[in-house]
């Protein structure tokens, strides 16, 4: 056995995985210091807000900290009552595991929470020092395999979507209350969301208006952007106000579509929007002036969710029921999904049906 990952397994000491976890919660004194783990990606760090949320509740006088990888770590800031974290560099090769093994075993742990369920996320929660490590119920993990870091594991989740887990490891702490999903702000935050959103629109007002976020080129759930131009010309033509944004992984598509369309009424472009908060605040300012977001299965639409954006999902191939943006279903806040159906791209989407599908009674 060689590779990368042999020499990963090689750089952590003492890697012996419990036997028999059990799914009881110790009865010893409260925990002290609790690290969360949930590295990756961005929708799954924010599926891991319900987790901090427990956490929180459950054991306010705790300290908490969450182990991440860099890139996503800017949603986390100003998260009340977040004492820390811990980033894990993936990028750094076998030497990123001693570094995150020294940083945690400097904290000292009594708890660590997998909130992922993959080899990466249990050697990291293994490797924490925590005498208490809980994960999911084995057959909730991507990878069942490494569920055997754990020592203590959570009832199976009572339902198919991601939230459905997180719910599980909130029950197994003891947290008893609903699924709490949400990124709080603070109020500068939101301040500079409407100084965003503002500039964005070139002071057009925003009420009924649509922001449409470009999917990423390669990603099996994405949509093609000369797709997206297409409806977000027909909605500007009907008068409403809409925003074409781009992040830094989709600059190079939102700056074409920008000299595409050229100067169209009601039309308007954010090429290259960087900052995970920032994001965030102007997604929370878009909801409060009734707006709505139009994406593909990606991190900024569990964004979106988190701070009461109602998002109209275009899914496919992957299964919205599981990934789809919380809560799923017709409840409040009031998302919605077209979907393709099971292993069907959404490339064969086509943009009239998307736009008869948004105008549908009046949305």
Known sequence: MGGPFCRDLHALESFRPFMNPTTKTPDSAPPQRILLVRLSHLGDACHGLAVYHAVRDRFP???????????????????????????????????????????MRSVGFDWAIDAQGNWKSALVTHQSGARYRLGMAPKDWREPSAARCMNHWAAQATGPHAMHRMQALGAAIGYQGPVKYHLPLTAAEHATGSALLREAL??????????????????????????????????????????????????????????????????????????????????????????????????????????????????????????????????????????????????????????????????
């Open 61 to 103: 006088a705790a300290e908490l900290w969450w182990a991440i990888q860099p890139e996503f770590a800017g949603l986390l800031k100003n998260l009340p009552q977040l004492a820390g974290v811990v980033h894990f560099d993936r990028r750094g090769g076998w030497r990123a595991w001693p570094r995150i093994r020294r940083a």
């Open 202 to 363: 070139n002071g057009q007002s925003a009420a009924g208006g649509r922001i449409l976020h470009l999917a990423t080129l390669g990603d099996p759930r994405s949509w093609p952007a000369e797709c997206f131009l297409s409806v977000a010309r027909d909605l500007a033509a009907r008068g409403c106000p809409t925003l074409l944004l781009s992040g830094p992984s989709e600059q190079a598509q939102g700056e074409r579509l920008r000299q595409a369309a050229g100067q169209v009424a009601n039309l308007h472009h954010v090429v290259g929007q960087r900052g995970l908060r920032e994001l965030a605040s102007l997604f929370a300012n878009a909801a409060d002036q009734g707006m709505r977001l139009l994406a593909c299965d990606s991190g900024p639409s569990h964004v979106a969710a988190a701070v009461g954006l109602p998002v109209d999902l275009l899914a496919g191939p992957t299964d919205p029921s599981r990934t789809g943006p919380w809560p799923y279903g017709p409840s409040p806040p009031g998302h919605r999904t077209l979907w393709m159906g099971p292993n069907k791209p959404l490339a064969q989407l086509e943009p009239k049906r998307v736009l008869a599908w948004l105008l549908e009674a009046g949305r």
